[in-house]
């Protein structure tokens, strides 16, 4: 078993496989810890939990309140590395054999289904943390950005007027 982020530690490769029912011979620690799942959390909670780093270091000490948040974070951490493995059916040991004799998993699995489960999970926990703590989901204007806007040019390559 070893652990998905660094500081802060978001969740267990242990964890994620009982999320999917898979055991560590489907899904090895290793396969979970190469595919970086930890960089692609970490970029998601920051779109909506910014000071998610603190939020995950709750100490004993803290209030009931912020343990709890902090299990909400940790659960849904779970779900998205859960949701994120379920769309790559690849990774998961389709055949076993010896040599004489082989075995098929999942043959008729709905991978689809797997996914969607995950996601919605995932979603499930991201909507308590929001209304768990008034500060979570709440963005400064200032760092956000548009993916397209519309400009007006100084200059026009026709008419070789303006600035």
Not at 17 to 40: C, F, K, S, T, W
Not at 78 to 90: D, G, I, P, Q, V
Not at 153 to 162: F, K, L, Q, W
């Amino acid at each position: 078993m070893a652990t998905i982020g660094g500081a802060p530690v978001f969740i267990t490769t242990e964890a994620v496989r009982g999320a999917l029912g898979v055991d560590d011979i489907d899904l090895p620690d290793q396969m979970i810890l190469d595919a970086q799942l930890n960089l692609e959390l970490s970029l998601d909670l920051y779109l909506w939990c910014p000071n998610f780093a603190e939020k995950l270091a709750v100490t004993p000490a803290d209030s009931d309140e912020a343990k709890l948040l902090q299990s909400c974070l940790k659960t849904y951490s779970k779900w998205f590395c859960a949701a994120e493995y379920s769309r790559r059916t690849l990774t998961f040991k389709q055949m076993y054999g010896d040599g004489k004799a082989e075995q098929r998993r999942f043959t008729n699995f709905d991978w689809e289904a797997l996914a969607l489960n995950c996601a919605a999970k995932r979603d499930t926990y991201k909507q308590q943390a929001m209304q768990m703590d008034p500060d979570i989901g709440v963005l400064d204007p200032n760092a956000s950005y548009a993916l397209a806007s519309r400009g007006t040019p100084t200059y026009n390559p026709v008419t070789n007027e303006g600035a």
